[in-house]
């Protein structure tokens, strides 16, 4: 789980409750990811609604390019445009929280966006992983200690793989809700990204 992205439905796009969206269109799979557009998508996730020059300087780019990273966000229903301030700013907001996609998909094309997609949201959750790594002794003595890396070996079926997905996202929606409700943080809370990786492993020869 994390503010970008979930997985493990298996139903038609479209919009969830409690602010989701559920992707199956390989074309929208793939224009999201994207380094820079996760970037951009998560800051808007973070700050609210924000303008591209603010997100230009923000994530470390051009207006031009986030401009147009922003269009094409907005082309695939990922942001959308906010209501302006005044005349001359133009703010992007995102349109969902959370998006999810369908594991199990047969098809080729689907399988393989979801493939560069999941990479693309790993690979990033590594940089923002040593990015941490080097400020990390700055922090405060609080936060020093809960970023990081957990890591963990089970022996579950499947189905209890999904009930112990289903009882993280429970315990975690109370969180994610203040996403798009900045009164209901307390003074110390500050955003997290929290990435699940779920790797099946091959079972031993003696299935211990």
Known sequence: ????SSGRQSLGEGPLPGDRRRLSDPAAMRAFAHPVRLALHELLL???????ADAAREVGISQA???????QLAKYGFVEQAEARDERERPWKATETVQEWDDDAAEPEHAAARSLLE????ERALT??????????DEPEAWRGVGGVDNRYLYVTP??????GAAMTELLEPL?????????RP??????????LIVPLPPTGSGD
């Open 159 to 164: 189905e209890e793989l999904a009930a112990l």
């Open 46 to 52: 973070r700050a609210g609604a924000t303008t591209a």
């Open 1 to 4: 789980m994390s503010l970008e």
């Open 187 to 196: 003074a110390a809370a500050r955003p997290v990204l929290m990435t699940q």
């Open 128 to 137: 923002r992983l040593a990015e941490w790594q080097q400020s990390r002794g």
């Open 119 to 122: 990479q693309v949201i790993a």
């Open 65 to 71: 390019l986030a401009s147009y990273h922003l269009r």
């Open 176 to 184: 994610m809700s203040r996403v798009d409700a900045p009164a209901s």
